[in-house]
Every structure is written in C-alpha cells, then in structure tokens.
C-alpha cells in the first residue's frame, strides 16, 4: 500500500521521474527497401568489423557517432559505431567499432529474434533480416 501511494505521490509532484524509465517507442518504422542510398550488409568482409551500415544519401545521415540497433519491441542490442564518412559511400558504420558489441549477424538476429531497427534520421530503419548478405541500395 505504501508502495502505490509512493508511487502516487511522484507521478502527481514529480511526473518526470515517475516516467523516466519508460522507454521511447520505435516510430515511425520504415523499411530500409524504401530509401535510396541506405545499405546493410552482414559482415564487412576486408576489414573485420562485423556488420555494416552504409549512408550515402545525405538527407538520411544522422550526425551521430554511433546509431541504436534495437530488437523488434524496440530494446536496445547494439549499436553502429561511425567508422568514416567518405566518398563514395558516405558515412559508414560498423557493429564491431565505437559502441558496438561485436556482435555476427547472427547474434543480432538470435537477439533480436527476427529483425532489426536501426536508429535513422527522425525515424527506424527495418533490416527484415540480419542474416542476408545485403539489403538497400547505394550507388557507386
């Protein structure tokens, strides 16, 4: 009883902090096979940095270091870690660099059990499956 009326009291007096921990939700969600110049792939052969996330269309570019892999009920998993932004890929991201957890796509598939997002500009990316060598499109 006295655990309700704490509760009580906070969402009334203080109603961030009794709402502080819910998580933001994953919206909107678009699926990466309706923008240009987005690419996933599942592994970054040459280099060893695990999974990979390209953006080469500017308009679609977070400005962030690091972009949230999240599972389908919007927890966090991961993220991809900014390697370069460069020509003529843009700006590319890896699992296994700056806040990655080094994960194989497969990992993120088993986590995510079934598909991923992937933090976007004011939106989520929807990787339908983690697992496929490579999903989206850029030009080169």
Known sequence: MKLIFTLLFLMVYFPSL?????????????????????LYKNANLHGGRGPTFLVQNEKERT???????KDKNC????AF?????????GARYYEGVR?????S???LKSLSKGYILVEGKNKWIKIPDP???RIGNISK
Do not use: M, N, Q, W
């Open 18 to 38: 009794a709402f502080a921990a819910a998580p933001k939700p994953c919206a909107p969600v678009i699926s990466i096979t309706s923008l240009r110049g987005v």
């Open 63 to 69: 400005g962030k270091r690091s972009i949230l892999i």
């Open 75 to 78: 927890k966090d998993i991961s």
């Open 81 to 89: 870690g900014l390697f370069a932004t460069d020509k003529p890929y």
């Open 99 to 103: 806040g990655g957890k080094y994960h």
């Open 105 to 107: 796509a497969k990992k």
């Open 131 to 133: 697992t496929v060598e």
